[in-house]
């Protein structure tokens, strides 16, 4: 992808929703230092001097970079073999990590009500 939104190709926001560092370790379960200590090697945003925010599609993504799958789970998961002409046809430079979505499991407002 090119253009304005090529760094952020992961991010699949359609409306603004950052995170500080305190709150997107709460939504981690991790501890905010631990953001602040790695953050050179996480996906985030930067606006000028102002701390770095997140939004949840970089959360996800730092799920994704710091998961730990044991060879046995890795096994398991191991998608079908795909025929070469199959592999052509995808864009290879894609990452796994754009077909991550939220689950079905939060909750949206309706609108309207
Ligand atoms: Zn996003």
């Given at each position: 992808m090119t253009g304005p939104f090529a760094s952020r190709s992961h991010?699949?926001?359609?409306v603004v929703q950052n995170y500080d560092y305190d709150?997107?370790?709460a939504k981690l379960k991790i501890k905010?230092?631990?953001?602040?200590?790695?953050?050179?090697?996480?996906?985030?945003?930067k606006f000028g001097h102002n701390a770095a925010v997140f939004c949840d599609c970089?959360?996800?993504?730092?799920?994704a970079i710091n998961t730990v799958l044991p060879?046995?789970?890795?096994?398991?998961?191991?998608?079908?073999?795909?025929?070469?002409a199959e592999?052509?046809?995808?864009?290879?430079?894609?990452?796994a990590y754009t077909a991550l979505r939220p689950s079905k499991g939060r909750k949206r407002q309706t609108a309207g009500v």
């Open positions: 991010c699949a926001c359609v709150e997107a370790a905010a230092d631990w953001l602040k200590d790695h953050i050179s090697t996480l996906p985030h945003m970089d959360l996800r993504l730092i799920q060879p046995r789970a890795a096994e398991h998961l191991t998608p079908p073999q795909q025929t070469q592999s052509q046809t995808t864009a290879p430079t894609t990452p």
